[in-house]
Every structure is written in C-alpha cells, then in structure tokens.
C-alpha cells in the first residue's frame, strides 16, 4: 500500500510540476507580449502621422487654388480645358450590343468619356 501512495503522491507532484510549468511559460510569453506593445503602438502612432501628413499634402495639392497656381506656370501652360462641344462621348451600349455574349447583369447604357477632339 505504501508503493501506491508513494506513486500516487509522484503522479501527483508530477502533474502539479507540468501545470506549474505550463503557467509560467504562458506568464512569460503575456509578459514577452507586454514589453513589445508599446514599440508596436508606437510604430502604428508613427504610421498614422504619416498617413494624416500624406492626407494634408493630397489636399492641399488638390486644393482649387494650388491647381489655378500651377495651371498659371510656365511648365503646364500648353494644357486647356476643352469646351463641351470638343468633348466626343462614345456609348458604352453600342459596343455592347454589337456582342452576342453579353451577361444578362450588364447594364449597357452607361457612357463614359474617352477624350476630346482637336
């Protein structure tokens, strides 16, 4: 009988010892987690400046007036706002129809503007 205590108090011990184990193992990787969190937060702060920067120099090159500035120089003088009748509109549909194949979902009224006429 005391053989199988003495076995049952090891098996014990040992499933006591694995647990232990298992618990500050995964206390380790937590604490792994929280040593990394504050360089990965800082990271992603860094990130978001720099898209909020990219953002305020897409709107400001955006901006009607920055465009009549640059439509003024020297360098983009040659380009012209065309006129409406120099604008040629070709159907979408016309193409459409002329194919056999054409999915039934396929709306073939839609326009799209290809360029201008000189």
């Known amino acids: 009988m005391t053989k199988e205590l003495l076995l049952k108090i090891t098996f014990c011990l040992f499933v006591f010892g ?4 298992s618990y500050i193992d995964k206390q380790n990787k937590l604490t792994s987690l ?8 800082k990271t992603v702060d860094i ?23 640059l439509m003024r120089s020297p360098e983009y003088a040659h380009l012209k706002h065309p ?12 193409a459409i129809k ?6 039934p979902l396929i709306k073939p009224s839609i326009s799209v503007t290809v360029g201008s006429k000189k």
């Open 34 to 41: 929280k040593i990394y969190l504050p360089e990965l937060a």
């Open 47 to 69: 990130i978001k400046a720099d898209n909020n920067r990219l953002q305020f120099e897409i709107e400001r090159f955006e901006n009607p007036a920055h465009l009549m500035e």
């Open 98 to 103: 002329e194919k056999e194949d054409v999915h």
């Open 18 to 21: 694995f647990c232990l184990y």
């Open 83 to 94: 006129f409406v009748d120099e604008v040629m509109k070709i159907e979408e549909g016309v």
